[in-house]
C-alpha cells in the first residue's frame, strides 16, 4: 500500500503466509525474496503505466468504470465520471494512464466529490473507510488499469 492507500490486485501482487510453527526462517527468506522479485515486476508494471498517454475518451472510459465499482447503477451515482479526473495537485495533471490512474483512485476513495442523491439533493461523496470497501476498490482500480495496458 502505498500513502496515498494505493492497492494493488492479488492476481498483481499474491499474498504470502508463512505458519509460525517450528523452524521458519528458511520459509521467510524464501517469501521475502520471492516478494522483491515481484516488487520489480510492478514497478515495470508502473513505468509502462506512466509511459502510456491516455486520449480523452480514454481517460473518461476508464473513470466511467471506475465510478460504477463504487456505483453499480451509475443512473444513481449522481455525478459524471469526469469528476474523478479532477486534479487535486498540480502535479498531478499528465495524461499518463499512471497519473490519470492516481487521481481517478483518489477521487473515488477520497470523496468530497458534489453528486445529487436519488431525491435530488446535492451532498458530497464520503471518504471510504471500510478496510475492505478500500481494498476491493483499490484492488479493481489495478486491474481496470492493467486492462487499459493489455489493450
Not at 103 to 112: D, F, H, I, K
Not at 118 to 144: K, M, Q
Amino acid at each position: 500500500m502505498c500513502t496515498n492507500g494505493l492497492i494493488v490486485s492479488v492476481g498483481a501482487f499474491p499474498a504470502y503466509c508463512v505458519a509460525h510453527r517450528g523452524d521458519i526462517v528458511d520459509e521467510v527468506v524464501t517469501v521475502a525474496l520471492e516478494a522483491s522479485e515481484r516488487f520489480e515486476t510492478l514497478a515495470g508494471r508502473v513505468e509502462r503505466m506512466e509511459q502510456r498517454l491516455l486520449a480523452q475518451d480514454e481517460q473518461l472510459g476508464f473513470a466511467r468504470k471506475a465510478l460504477a465499482l463504487r456505483f453499480p447503477e451509475l443512473d444513481k451515482a449522481g455525478m459524471q465520471p469526469s469528476q474523478l479526473l479532477g486534479c487535486r495537485r498540480v502535479d498531478d495533471s499528465s495524461n499518463n494512464l499512471w497519473t490519470v490512474f492516481n487521481r481517478v483512485q483518489e477521487n473515488l476513495l477520497g470523496g468530497g466529490l458534489i453528486r445529487h442523491t436519488e431525491s435530488g439533493r446535492l451532498s458530497r461523496t464520503r471518504r471510504i473507510t471500510s478496510i475492505r470497501e478500500d481494498v476491493r476498490l483499490n484492488g479493481r482500480l489495478w486491474d481496470l488499469a492493467e486492462e487499459v495496458l493489455a489493450g
